[in-house]
T-cell receptor, first 117, second 110 residues
């Protein structure tokens, strides 16, 4: 148990469905992240929230919509996905985005394995 | 842009040393990291090194940083079957983003 909990752990959806991934952290951190992990590809940073404000959107398609209602919760809303969106989606948190100093160590959840049919 | 590259697979025998290599492109990197991912789990920090250091040792782990060549390595001494996992190299660049490689899958043969 890392202190970052992701649900659901597995999700299968059709291309016309709407679903959401949820991430919750109990570490008192102020920054939260979504990463996409695909086989044999670098981990891909999708979104960053720092003190509930979105600070990074790494050219992610609009069919992925993040929401951060408070510093402890992060959602990824999914709609009209494509089969190539099938991947492991990892949530992470850190003390803050660390614009100045400090190692900014990330704590990850176990991931949500998404399959788009 | 920022890029982190590492080989995808490494196989070693139990008891041998493992060396996982990584190269990165951002010369303004401040911290470099090694994370480990075990099956069914997320990434977990193993160790990190500040860019003004060239070596860091922590029990069986030795990290070497060659800033001139933008090369980072992780040596695991006396590798055990429990060390089998995916090892990710990452760097924190000037954009305050943590950029990861694709991960090196380490196989340890008994």
């Amino acid at each position: 148990e890392t202190g970052v909990t992701q649900t659901p752990r597995h999700l299968v959806m059709g291309m016309t469905n709407k679903k959401s991934l949820k991430c919750e952290q109990h570490l008192g951190h102020n920054a939260m992240y979504w990463y996409k992990q695909s086989a044999k590809k670098p981990l891909e940073l999708m979104f960053v929230y720092n003190f509930k404000e979105q600070t990074e959107n790494n050219s992610v398609p609009s069919r992925f919509s993040p929401e951060c209602p408070n510093s402890s919760h992060l959602f990824l809303h999914l709609h009209t996905l494509q089969p190539e969106d099938s991947a492991l989606y990892l949530c992470a948190s850190s003390q803050d985005q660390g614009g100045g100093s400090g190692a900014n160590v990330l704590t990850f959840g176990a991931g949500s394995r998404l399959t788009v049919l | 842009g920022e890029d982190v590259e590492q080989s995808l697979f490494l196989s070693v025998r139990e008891g041998d040393s493992s060396v996982i290599n990584c190269t990165y492109t951002d010369s303004s990197s401040t911290y470099l990291y090694w994370y480990k991912q075990e099956p069914g789990a997320g990434l977990q920090l193993l160790t990190y090194i500040f860019s003004n250091m060239d070596m860091k040792q922590d029990q069986r782990l030795t990290v070497l940083l060659n800033k001139k060549d933008k090369h980072l390595s992780l040596r695991i001494a006396d590798t055990q079957t429990g060390d089998s996992a995916i090892y990710f190299c990452a760097e924190r660049g000037g954009g305050f983003k943590t950029i990861f490689g694709a991960g090196t899958r380490l196989f340890v043969k008994a």
